[in-house]
């Protein structure tokens, strides 16, 4: 699988990266082991998971599932669980990076994590304390990179002023929501990313899986789907309106017209985009996994990126 530089850093990815918040919160230690064996089969090396998904439990699952293994793996994985007591004092402050850390390495079964990102900023801790919690642990070798997440362009700015500013460990990575029907992203923070040098990681970029194609506008959502019963039950709404509907008509008809599948156009979009190195997309499955994969090779043109733009944009 072709794989590309996370920005400034020498992390070398796998374009299809496994996010793992389901490990924990759909599926089980086992099967999170069938999911994350073929996504190293299939060249996947970069996992995805953070200390709030299953509330550690993904991160011990694919520590687990990784074993011998993590030499074979990058691993990111996020602190700060907004709401969670654990988050007190703030997720973004010297001493909860400190001790989330050590926490994560425990359950990931390693020494150190070769991505370490803020979750959510923290407005109550100033951004240089942050910066030189993830600093000192540059140095003392427990995290190779640092990363930001859900992020304002405003605060990629802020992050890379004070680091640049205090010749601290520069952050690397920006991972915000990114999809053909979530384009906010697009209008400031990922020219604000690019200035930056930080490489931009999408998730949720077949939009909870409404873009897999699997869904139909006169049909009632299948049972066991996360948009009726499961985690995004909640958000619905967000993703299932008239808007997207259409889009998604026209995202099916373009991609049929030349042998593709709307999976292959949302995939293949993204990694089309300047700037992004790996796009995270979770599995339950391995079927899963391999269709991700799959779904990555498609090369478009920019005369199909300048159409995308007239039903997409």
């Known amino acids: 699988m ?8 020498d992390l070398e990815v796998s374009v299809v ?36 998904y299953g509330m550690g439990a993904s991160e011990e699952m694919l ?18 669980m907004p709401g969670a007591a654990m988050a007190s004092p703030g997720s973004g402050s010297r001493e909860y990076i400190t001790n989330a850390l050590e ?27 942050t910066a030189r919690a993830l600093d000192d642990a540059v140095k003392a070798g427990k995290v190779r990179h640092a990363g930001i997440s859900n992020v304002s362009a405003a ?3 802020e992050a890379c002023e004070v680091t640049a500013a205090n010749g601290l460990a520069p952050y690397v990575s920006v991972e915000n929501e990114w999809s053909l029907v979530e384009r906010a992203i697009e209008a400031e923070v990922a020219p604000a990313a690019r200035e930056g040098g930080l490489g931009i990681l ?23 789907s996360r948009f009726k019963e499961g985690m995004l039950a909640g958000l619905a709404g967000k993703y299932v ?8 008509a026209q995202a099916e008809a373009f991609a049929a017209e030349r042998g593709h599948t709307v999976l292959e156009l949302a995939m293949s979009w993204l990694l089309a985009q300047e700037g992004v190195p790996s ?9 899963q996994v391999r269709a991700n994969v799959d779904a990555a090779g498609w090369t478009l043109t920019d005369d199909d990126l300048a159409a995308i733009d007239g039903f997409a944009g």
Not at 17 to 43: H, P, Q, S, W, Y
Not at 63 to 80: D, H, P, Q
Not at 104 to 121: E, I, W
Not at 241 to 248: E, G, M, P, T, V
Request: hydrophobic share 40%; aromatic share 10%; charged share 25%.
């Open 279 to 287: 796009v995270i997309s979770g599995a339950t499955r391995p079927d």
């Open 155 to 157: 605060q990629i700015a």
């Open 241 to 248: 309106n008239d808007r997207n509907w259409d889009i998604l």
């Open 103 to 129: 926490q994560s390495l425990q359950r990931l079964g390693t020494d150190y994590v070769d991505l370490y990102m803020v979750h959510f900023p923290d407005p109550d801790t100033p951004a240089e304390e």
């Open 63 to 80: 520590g687990a599932a990784l074993g011998g293994r993590r030499a074979e793996a990058v691993i990111a994985t996020k602190f700060g």
């Open 202 to 224: 999408p998730y949720f970029p077949l939009a909870g899986g409404f873009l897999t194609g699997k869904y139909r506008r006169d049909a009632e959502m299948p049972d066991g």
């Open 17 to 52: 990266g496994l996010g793992c918040n389901n490990f924990g919160m759909r599926i089980d230690a086992d099967a999170a082991k069938t999911v994350v064996d073929a996504a190293l089969e299939l060249g996947v090396n970069f996992f995805d998971t953070a200390e709030m």
């Open 2 to 9: 072709e794989k590309r530089t996370i920005g400034s850093s």
